[in-house]
Structure formats: structure tokens, C-alpha cells
């Protein structure tokens, strides 16, 4: 049992290790940093050198991002709350079990929590050239 339990321990150290170090130096547009929960390099015949991100996203009540950009295609699900997001000057409006698609490279103004009391959480999925970011703040 004790020749199991080191290596289970330094594996997860690694992993641990690994999810921090791929947010490290990505800047962020909420109070609470983008939270990247799972990250895969995706090499297959017809997938060469992609990576795979799922993000967690939670937003303050009342909380409104700051205006940017995600230079990769991303997939959304709201996990709780209601968000209202402008994307590209228009507007949309999402709630927990909604999903969405943005394309590559569109402004975000801003996207924000409809509550006044209670958080809300999005689920980001991207996919896109290893080791590129998947937010990027826009200049002010």
C-alpha cells in the first residue's frame, strides 16, 4: 500500500502543477481568475498539436467583464445563473443550461451577471494551436 500512495502523490502534485502553470500569464477580466479545470494536447491523424481547455468562469453578482477577446473558438455553457453578453455589438442573453459558440477573435465588450445576490458560473471550452492563450484583454 505505502509503494502506491507516493507515487499517487506526486502524480497529482504534477497535475496540480501543470493546471497552474497553464493559466500563469494569462491576464484576466473577471475578480475571479478563469479557472482551468482540464487541459489536453490533442495529437490524432487529423488533430495535430491542438489544445483542448475547459474553464470554469464565475462571475460576482452584479459583475461585469471588461472587454476582450478569445483568439480561439470557444464553446460556452452556463452552469448557474443568468449572464447577458455583448458579443461583436450585439447582445445576448443566457441562463444555466444554455450553450453557445463565438467565433475566433470577436470582441466581447463585456458580459455580465443579471443578479444582484447571487454569483453565476459559465463553462468555457476551447479549442485551438497548443499553447496559445485563450483570453485576451482588450487595450484600453
Known sequence: MKKVILP???LATFF???VSAQHAGHETVTATPPKVIFSKILNT???K???FK???VTFGPG???SGHRHPIPTFGYVLEGELESTFEGKVYRYKAGDTFYEEPNGLHNGTRN???TKPAKLLAIFVGDAGKPFLVPEKK
Open 8 to 10: 499517487v502523490i506526486l
Open 16 to 18: 496540480a502543477n501543470k
Open 45 to 47: 491523424e487529423s488533430l
Open 49 to 51: 498539436n491542438q489544445e
Open 54 to 56: 475547459m474553464v470554469v
Open 63 to 65: 459583475e461585469q467583464s
Open 114 to 116: 443579471v443578479s444582484k
